[in-house]
């Protein structure tokens, strides 16, 4: 599974963004997908996850209410919608794939993740 993501920017506080993350191969639909960001200095965190199906959908506390993550299994595309966005989103954003069948509390942490994208940059300049 080949990841690329896209759509990031340079926005200022208040704006929106909508990042995608568009992925190779016929096995999409069988993938959790997640969204994680890392600031300079700081390790990677946990953004978004959604399930195969797109039924159910998880966030930190820090972007629940104003991002959210959906996904289009027939373009095989996750995307994270972020909106009123601070200088504290500042980040490169990944989007992670794992070919698992069922959510579980693991997935709000990087490791049990098997593909990553190569990331896109977000600054919100105050």
């Known amino acids: 599974v080949q990841l690329q993501a896209s759509g990031g920017g340079l926005v200022q506080a208040g704006d929106s963004l909508r990042l995608s993350c568009a992925t190779s191969?016929?096995?999409?639909?069988?993938?959790?997908m997640g969204w994680f960001r890392q600031a300079p200095g700081k390790e990677r965190e946990f953004v978004a996850g959604?399930?195969?199906?797109?039924?159910?959908?998880y966030y930190s506390d820090s972007v629940k209410g104003r991002f959210t993550i959906s996904r289009d299994n027939a373009k095989n595309t996750v995307y994270l919608q972020m909106n009123n966005l601070k200088p504290e989103d500042t980040a490169v954003y990944y989007c992670?794939?794992?070919?698992?069948?069922?959510?579980?509390?693991?997935?709000?942490?990087?490791?049990?993740?098997?593909?990553w994208g190569q990331g896109t940059l977000v600054t919100v300049s105050s």
């Open positions: 992670a794939a794992d070919p698992s069948r069922f959510w579980n509390p693991t997935y709000y942490r990087s490791e049990p993740y098997n593909y």
């Open positions: 959604i399930t195969r199906t797109g039924g159910g959908t």
């Open positions: 191969g016929r096995t999409f639909s069988t993938n959790i």
